[in-house]
Antibody
């Protein structure tokens, strides 16, 4: 079955960096675009970034553009999110999700359980 | 605009029908997808595209759209439907994604 497992979360000081990973299994990783979505405590979902199936066609939310980098290693079936210059407002649970292509739409069908990032001095 | 707007909270009596709406300029071009999230859990896709349900989602869930508004309808709401519901779609560029602010559904 499809499994996505995030890791790499933790407590970090403002201005520092952190790299999240998402290990994928149960499907052919190279066939799917992948996303990061985050949720601050008590808040709604916020889309963060997408990477194409081959590592190209990357797009970012304005709130993270220039600071975060999404990437993937298809040989390791792993998705990454490099987060630099972290801010207090980046604190959230970060989910990875697999994009489906179903006709004219691209829903996020499978999600990991999330990894918590806390940003505090 | 890259925003999707949802009512923050909606309530429904047990067994009755409720509609949750999502408004945004990009919905005139792109379909919305709907997710249910319960506290402490990851979101679950409940409706995608014009009106499609993933395997395992009850048929009381349905989707529709008109102009710049997408709707999620729950016909005969059950206690287990109490959750936060989010719409999502592409932004006006078509390249990025966006989520609505979420609607907290209470089943009375």
């Amino acid at each position: 079955q499809v499994q996505l497992m995030e890791s790499g979360g933790g407590v970090v000081q403002p201005g520092r960096s952190l790299r999240l990973s998402c290990a994928a299994s149960g499907f052919t990783f190279t066939n799917y675009a992948m996303h990061w979505v985050r949720q601050a405590p008590g808040k709604g979902l916020e889309w963060v970034a997408v990477v194409g199936f081959d590592g190209s066609n990357n797009y970012y939310a304005d709130s993270v553009k220039g600071r975060f980098t999404i990437s993937r290693d298809n040989s390791r079936n792993t998705l990454y999110l490099q987060m630099n210059s972290l801010r207090v407002e980046d604190a959230a649970v970060y989910f990875c999700a697999r994009e489906e292509i179903v006709g004219p739409t691209t829903p996020l069908h499978y999600w990991g359980q999330g990894t918590l990032v806390a940003v505090s001095s | 605009s890259s925003e999707l707007t949802q009512d923050p909270a909606v309530s429904v009596a047990l067994g009755q029908t409720v509609r949750i709406t999502c408004q945004g300029d990009s919905l005139g071009r792109f379909y919305a997808n709907w997710y249910r999230q319960k506290p402490g859990q990851a979101p679950i896709l409940v409706i995608y595209g014009e009106n499609n349900r993933p395997s395992g989602i009850p048929d009381r869930f349905s989707g529709s759209s008109s102009g710049n508004t997408a709707s999620l309808t729950i016909s005969g709401a059950q206690a287990e439907d109490e959750a936060d519901y989010y719409c999502n779609s592409r932004d006006s560029s078509g390249n990025r994604r966006v989520f609505g602010g979420g609607t907290k559904l209470t089943v009375l």
